[in-house]
């Protein structure tokens, strides 16, 4: 026999409710009081799906509080999940895809997070990819708990404002050096 898994939050024959989640029994007491322990217990509303994935990006915020405590950990986990691939500083050169490059595997290398396609992009949005996958990266919920994965998002958020600094600063050199009056100094 091979009984069906439902998933939290899906539809449920079984129950005369007709939901998988059940209410606590009458008298029931919180296992749990801590707001952490809230947000990595609490169940994700947005589907793997392009709908899914449209709605997490324009609706999806974080619940933790922007502080060194988060960003520190969050750090430390990108050092620990992301560094491989995305690189220390988030330019998708991380050692994984230095070793792909070399042996010409191109279609690996993820987008730097100063990159058009990727400083705009809001939380939600990078929650998404790490709760569902994005491309070649696959899902890190199973490795990352809610909030560790919130706290990798504080983290790469700094990484995509120091990138963009960055480039605002290549930018603005690049325009000084080509600016007529700077060769006259030369």
Not at 7 to 13: I, L, Y
Not at 33 to 39: G, H, R, T, V
Request: glycine letters at 8%; one cysteine or more; a negative charge.
């Amino acid at each position: 026999y091979y009984s069906p898994a439902y998933k939290p939050g899906e539809a449920n024959p079984n129950y005369e409710n007709g939901t998988t989640n059940q209410e606590p029994v009458e008298g029931t007491v919180a296992h749990t009081d801590e707001a952490l322990d809230k947000i990595n217990f609490a169940p994700f509303p947005y589907e793997d799906t392009p709908e899914g994935r449209e709605a997490a990006i324009a609706e999806l915020k974080s619940p933790l509080e922007r502080n060194y405590f988060h960003l520190d950990e969050g750090k430390r986990l990108y050092e620990v999940y992301c560094i491989a691939c995305h690189g220390k500083e988030g330019k998708g050169d991380g050692s994984v895809v230095k070793i792909l490059l070399e042996k010409d595997n191109y279609g690996l290398q993820p987008p730097a997070y100063n990159s058009d396609q990727l400083k705009g992009i809001s939380e939600g949005q990078i929650y998404y990819a790490m709760q569902y996958g994005k491309g070649n990266m696959g899902s890190y919920a199973s490795q990352a708990n809610a909030v560790e994965r919130w706290q990798i998002v504080q983290y790469v958020q700094t990484l995509q404002q120091l990138g963009a600094e960055e480039a605002e600063e290549t930018d603005a050199e690049t325009t000084e050096a080509a600016s007529p009056d700077s060769t006259a100094a030369n």
